[in-house]
Nanobody, 119 residues
Framework: VQLQASGGGLVQPGGSLSLSCAASGDIFKIGAMSWYRQAPGKQREMVAAVPTGESAKYSDSVKGRFTIIRDDDKKTVSLQMDGLKPEDTAVYYC??????????????WGQGTQVTVSS
């Protein structure tokens, strides 16, 4: 199983970016799909998550600015980021809980993509 993240880059404050993550490999079922971020010198934190069949959840710091969308047919999860602030600068990681047919879920991580918000 692999998660391949794409998107990210450099954007000015107030701008927008979109991240995408595609899951591939031996996948029977996908559980929760999430985006995390890690800024220099800080711990990795959950930004947004969308459990299977449930509403999306967001950290207070991004609520109202970020939107997470999952597409179970395509096995993708995206993160639309609007109104970006310098404090959003971090490496962003996608995460998915995946059952490969063993009837239990394992966490998988994408490779991380850099988002830099600066003028």
């Amino acid at each position: 199983v692999q998660l391949q993240a794409s998107g990210g880059g450099l954007v000015q404050p107030g701008g927008s970016l979109s991240l995408s993550c595609a899951a591939s490999g031996d996948i029977f079922k996908i559980g929760a799909m999430s985006w995390y971020r890690q800024a220099p010198g800080k711990q990795r934190e959950m930004v947004a998550a969308v459990p299977t069949g449930e509403s999306a959840k967001y950290s207070d710091s991004v609520k109202g600015r970020f939107t997470i969308i999952r597409d179970d047919d395509k096995k993708t999860v995206s993160l639309q980021m609007d109104g970006l602030k310098p404090e959003d600068t971090a490496v962003y990681y996608c995460n998915a809980m995946i059952d490969s047919g063993s009837y239990y879920y394992k966490p998988y991580w994408g490779q991380g993509t850099q988002v830099t918000v600066s003028s």
